[in-house]
């Protein structure tokens, strides 16, 4: 599935099964409840705190895909074209970081 289909799926999904879309605001504070639950299972699945019994079944895969429904939603309503978004933002980082990444004694050994 394109970035293109992806917003045509969750335009057309919202627009059957979910009767309309939530308002921007509320869109964006569900963006970061979701976005949340994300980081929940990484700092316990990667970091250093554990699952509690009841997160024993979580998904990560299935959270993320929460919050790019969620990031979908709130580009649909504002008119943005996530794969031209995309594109231009690789560009800026292309230009912008060409070198950065490369200097940075951090991420070479």
């Given at each position: 599935m394109t970035i293109k289909e992806a917003q045509e799926a969750v335009d057309n999904w919202v627009k059957t099964t979910g009767?309309?879309?939530?308002?921007?605001?509320?869109?964006?504070?569900?963006?970061?409840?979701?976005?949340?639950?994300?980081?929940?299972?990484m700092a316990r699945k990667y970091g250093e705190q554990s699952f509690k019994k009841s997160d024993e079944d979580v998904n990560l895969a299935d959270e993320m895909a929460d919050v790019l429904f969620v990031l979908i939603c709130l580009?649909?309503?504002?008119?943005?074209?996530?794969?031209?978004?995309?594109?231009?933002?690789?560009?800026?980082?292309?230009?912008?970081?060409?070198?950065?990444?490369?200097?940075?004694?951090?991420?070479n050994p």
């Open positions: 009767i309309r879309y939530f308002n921007e605001l509320t869109n964006t504070a569900i963006l970061m409840e979701e976005v949340g639950e994300v980081a929940r299972i580009a649909n309503q504002t008119g943005i074209n996530l794969t031209e978004a995309l594109e231009q933002n690789l560009q800026k980082k292309s230009i912008r970081d060409a070198d950065r990444h490369k200097n940075n004694k951090k991420l």
